[in-house]
């Protein structure tokens, strides 16, 4: 499996998109997006706590808390991916299910999209996200342990974030760590990136947090996620950084995520010794 990267180059406009196609590549994507936008609106309207939340002013900057029995369980906050330019929080409620599961409160923020704003700009919306939830969460029965995830921009998300004084520790899914190679593919068309994008918001470029972060992928996905991952745990393994590469046999960009609503999943599990670790 070659990393597109090395041959970079190499490669025509057309190779360059497909490299970060994850719609694409996976035949049935559409299915599986539908089925967990429905399992979410199901979720939401079986488990309303506290919705819509505002953090700022707009549709998107809110909060969708869903707080456990315990105001001092521990808290998983999920940042929902779509390549910074599609998809909102409300579809990705059904994720809460396993570690809910456990007794946790579950905390998922939204964000304005691009291009009506910059990566680099929703970086910032998410670390005012977590000033609300610092401040605010546990008037909303959320006062435990905060462990950040996040799937695909997501992941990203959660990785730009894993430094935040509220966040002990964190997992990124099928992320992608590195921006520059975006900029030569269609997606530039949303994300319009600048220099100032990629060096202060590609988390390979920037120091490495001593938080414990693990990074997950499907073995399944394209060979560009699955290098952006082993890339970016080897970056932070080489100042020592404590977190786990955990590939996901059989997952692809899609499946991967399913594992969130299964209690005994790996998934569920890794999240679960994140806490344990932090608490020591």
Same mark, same amino acid.
């Given at each position: 499996m070659q990393n597109p990267d090395t041959i970079w180059s190499t490669l025509g406009a057309a190779a360059r998109s497909a490299a970060y196609d994850n719609t694409n590549a996976v035949a049935n994507s559409a299915a599986l997006n539908q089925e967990r936008i429905e399992a979410s609106a199901a979720y939401r309207a079986a488990h309303g706590g506290a919705l819509d939340l505002a953090y700022q002013p707009g549709e998107r900057t809110a909060w969708d808390l869903y707080p456990a029995a315990d105001p001092a369980a521990p808290c998983l906050v999920f940042i929902h991916g779509g390549y910074w330019w599609k998809n909102r929080r409300q579809d990705f409620a059904c994720l809460a299910a396993g570690i809910a599961a456990h007794g946790w409160s579950v905390a998922v923020p939204g964000y304005d999209l691009a291009p009506a704003v910059s990566v680099s700009a929703i970086v910032a919306q998410i670390r005012a996200s977590l000033d609300w939830l610092q401040a605010q969460g546990a008037a909303h029965g959320i006062a435990g342990r905060v462990i950040v995830s996040g799937w695909s921009a997501g992941g990203h @998300? =959660?990785?730009? =974030?894993?430094?935040?004084? @509220? $966040?002990? =520790?964190?997992?990124? $899914?099928?992320?992608?760590?590195?921006?520059g190679p975006l900029r030569d593919t269609n997606l530039n068309q949303y994300l319009r990136l600048s220099d100032d994008d990629l060096t202060q918001a590609s988390p390979l470029r920037l120091p490495v947090v001593d938080k414990e972060f693990a990074i997950a992928y499907g073995a399944a996905e394209l060979p560009a996620l699955i290098h952006s991952s082993r890339d970016f745990h080897a970056h932070r393994a080489a100042s020592q950084a404590p977190g786990v590469l955990l590939p996901v046999a059989h997952a692809d960009h899609f499946t991967i995520i399913a594992q969130l609503r299964e209690p005994d999943s790996r998934l569920i599990r890794c999240i679960l010794d994140l806490e344990r670790f932090a608490a020591r």
């Amino acid at each position: 499996m070659q990393n597109p990267d090395t041959i970079w180059s190499t490669l025509g406009a057309a190779a360059r998109s497909a490299a970060y196609d994850n719609t694409n590549a996976v035949a049935n994507s559409a299915a599986l997006n539908q089925e967990r936008i429905e399992a979410s609106a199901a979720y939401r309207a079986a488990h309303g706590g506290a919705l819509d939340l505002a953090y700022q002013p707009g549709e998107r900057t809110a909060w969708d808390l869903y707080p456990a029995a315990d105001p001092a369980a521990p808290c998983l906050v999920f940042i929902h991916g779509g390549y910074w330019w599609k998809n909102r929080r409300q579809d990705f409620a059904c994720l809460a299910a396993g570690i809910a599961a456990h007794g946790w409160s579950v905390a998922v923020p939204g964000y304005d999209l691009a291009p009506a704003v910059s990566v680099s700009a929703i970086v910032a919306q998410i670390r005012a996200s977590l000033d609300w939830l610092q401040a605010q969460g546990a008037a909303h029965g959320i006062a435990g342990r905060v462990i950040v995830s996040g799937w695909s921009a997501g992941g990203h @998300l =959660a990785a730009m =974030a894993l430094d935040h004084p @509220l $966040i002990a =520790a964190g997992m990124g $899914i099928s992320g992608v760590y590195e921006l520059g190679p975006l900029r030569d593919t269609n997606l530039n068309q949303y994300l319009r990136l600048s220099d100032d994008d990629l060096t202060q918001a590609s988390p390979l470029r920037l120091p490495v947090v001593d938080k414990e972060f693990a990074i997950a992928y499907g073995a399944a996905e394209l060979p560009a996620l699955i290098h952006s991952s082993r890339d970016f745990h080897a970056h932070r393994a080489a100042s020592q950084a404590p977190g786990v590469l955990l590939p996901v046999a059989h997952a692809d960009h899609f499946t991967i995520i399913a594992q969130l609503r299964e209690p005994d999943s790996r998934l569920i599990r890794c999240i679960l010794d994140l806490e344990r670790f932090a608490a020591r």
